[in-house]
Nanobody
Framework: QVQLVETGGGLVQAGGSLRLSCAAS????????MAWYRQAPEKKRGLVAV???????NYADSVKGRFTISKDNAKNTVYLQMDRLKPEDTAVYYC?????????WGQGTQVAVSS
């Protein structure tokens, strides 16, 4: 089993920044992709950013140039640096880690951006 603990959400004004962290523990050998998703009220959960085991990254068009995903392999932690936040970034953010082809989700952390 793998446990994920997310931290870093909160309330910020438009134009501000937040950094989310997601630490994995348990059977974390052979982590494949690490990713962040988000779900706004009455909307489906969607991919925000993903980083592969080799370090390649991909972003949703809506966050390109503003968000940066990174990871610390030694700490089994994935980060999401969010800059120039907009009210439409308001959502619950979930980390997702694939370990040996099994998918694990964090509990979610709320990000609210005021205009």
């Amino acid at each position: 089993q793998v446990q994920l603990v997310e931290t870093g959400g909160g309330l910020v004004q438009a134009g501000g920044s937040l950094r989310l962290s997601c630490a994995a523990s348990g059977r974390t050998s052979n982590i494949n992709n690490m990713a962040w998703y988000r779900q706004a009220p009455e909307k489906k959960r969607g991919l925000v950013a993903v980083i592969t085991s080799g370090g390649s990254t991909n972003y949703a068009d809506s966050v390109k140039g503003r968000f940066t995903i990174s990871k610390d392999n030694a700490k089994n932690t994935v980060y999401l640096q969010m800059d120039r936040l907009k009210p439409e970034d308001t959502a619950v953010y979930y980390c997702n880690i694939v370990v040996r082809l099994l998918s694990y989700w964090g509990q979610g952390t709320q990000v609210a951006v005021s205009s």
